[in-house]
């Protein structure tokens, strides 16, 4: 089973960016999976926020990141990015990355790395 490790969380202010990092190891990510990101505020339900298919040809974001996140992923490196620019206070949260194979859901998931944008 494929394990992910995020990195890139911190602090910073409001209208800062951050890069993200997905990292797997165990197993690389093959052309019919796909990786997410995710993000669970303190009191809130976890929410989806972009996902991409590793072929690299389908990308996905909800609509309260659109124009603001990316994702993006390095073959070589077997990585998934999530660059976040112009970032919000409502942007605060724990973010988690997954994977799983198309259609089949999430089946392995990160520790999570928080992300804290002040106002």
């Known amino acids: 089973q494929v394990q992910l490790v995020e990195s890139g969380g911190g602090l910073v202010q409001a209208g800062g960016s951050l890069r993200l990092s997905c990292a797997a190891s165990?197993?690389?990510?093959?052309?019919?999976?796909?990786v997410g990101w995710f993000r669970q505020a303190p009191g809130k339900e976890r929410e989806f926020v972009a996902s991409?298919?590793?072929?690299?040809?389908?990308?996905s974001y909800a609509d309260f990141v659109k124009g603001r996140f990316t994702i993006s992923r390095d073959n070589a490196k077997n990585t998934v990015y999530l660059q976040m620019n112009s970032l919000k206070p409502e942007d605060t949260a724990v973010y988690y990355c997954?994977?799983?194979?198309?259609?089949?859901?999430?089946?392995?998931w990160g520790q999570g790395t928080q992300v804290t944008v002040s106002s």
């Open positions: 997954a994977t799983g194979p198309v259609g089949s859901g999430w089946s392995s």
């Open positions: 165990g197993r690389t990510f093959s052309t019919n999976t796909m």
């Open positions: 991409i298919k590793w072929s690299g040809i389908s990308t």
